[in-house]
């Protein structure tokens, strides 16, 4: 029996180049996720600080609004004129960055502010009302 001679255009792939080939598929496909999923991750990272700054600046605009309920309600009339450090007694404050709380007291306006310390990447929050 004759066996027909094959060509090098019909010659079977050999293990080196079945393997070869599935290196290069392995390593694109690698490449892939790389570029697709490192990028989403990265995302999640830069969310979670912008919630957990959010919920620092709601923390605070809580406590600057508790605050300024008590001195409306009349603790404002035991304040001296111009600016001092206010003391907060909420327990809430022990989520919040380093930063301090102001009071200031005009003649016709009272303003509790807070700041962070230099460094710390959140707002300065105030509220601000009138003397009655």
Known sequence: MVKPRLSSLHRLPSDATRAGSLMLELIVAMAILVLAVFPVAFQFLIEQRIVRDSYREAVVMEILDGEAEFLQAGAWKKLSPGTAEYSINAESQVSLPPGRFSVSRFTDR???????????????????????
């Open 110 to 132: 009272i303003r509790l502010e807070w700041k962070p310390v230099p460094g710390v990447k959140l707002r300065i929050q105030s509220r601000e009302f009138p003397i009655q």
